[in-house]
């Protein structure tokens, strides 16, 4: 009799084991499965705000560049100019004023783009200046693509040619590959600038 209730005991405990060791099992799983999931969604998350600043790198760069180089007194007809031309909500602001955090302005320091979603809203210092600039919109579109080349042929096109491809190493060009093309059948004043539109075209059109 005692024999038997020592086998039922060691049966029961043997089970227990068996069970405990199945549910850390199952335990450790999920926690991996958890932990691969956050760290999926996290790498997803980078990619959409390095695309995001990717797309946005060219249009910034060039306003920002063109605003710096601009006196401060006529900068609010150059922001308008920029405003219809390519559809955003444009301000200009001291950047000690903008409601920003410690990395975010560590990122504006370095010269790089912040880039919210839902409504969009792009931000980016100007070069050697302590003026943010504040780009609103409601979605990336087809406007913004054909605006951008076309501020940046109008700023190419009013240099010589011998001065465009510097003002291009100026630029930030991002998902926008550059490349200044020289075409016979271009006018002499502004067939650079043509030709580089043209060719911007192209990878835009590729990279939709």
């Not at 956050?38 to 760069?61: C, K, N, T």
């Not at 710096?68 to 007809?77: F, G, H, K, L, M």
């Not at 909500?89 to 560590?106: C, H, K, N, V, W």
Request: glycine share 6%; net charge neutral; charged share 25%.
């Amino acid at each position: 009799m005692i024999i038997q209730r020592d086998s039922i005991m060691r049966r029961v405990l043997s089970n227990g084991s068996f069970l405990r060791f199945y549910l850390l099992l199952g335990i450790a799983l999920l926690v991996v499965f958890v932990i691969a999931l956050v760290g999926r969604s996290f790498i997803e998350q980078v990619r959409r705000e390095d695309y995001r600043e990717q797309l946005a790198a060219l249009p910034m760069s060039l306003m920002t560049q063109r605003l710096a180089d601009t006196p401060v007194e006529q900068r609010s007809a150059l922001l308008e100019h920029f405003s219809e031309q390519l559809d955003l909500q444009l301000t200009l602001q001291p950047i000690t004023e903008a409601d920003l955090g410690y990395f975010e302005r560590s990122r504006l320091e370095q010269g790089r783009i912040l880039v919210a979603e839902k409504p969009w809203l792009l931000q980016q210092r100007l070069p050697g200046d302590t003026w943010l600039l504040q780009a609103r919109l409601d979605d990336w579109s087809e406007h913004q693509w054909h605006g951008s080349l076309e501020l940046l042929g109008e700023w190419l096109a009013a240099v010589p040619a011998e001065e465009r491809d510097g003002r291009i190493a100026q630029l930030r060009s991002g998902s926008w590959p550059l490349q200044r093309l020289s075409s016979p059948t271009c006018r002499a004043n502004d067939g650079a600038a043509d030709s580089t539109g043209q060719r911007q075209r192209y990878h835009a059109a590729r990279l939709r």
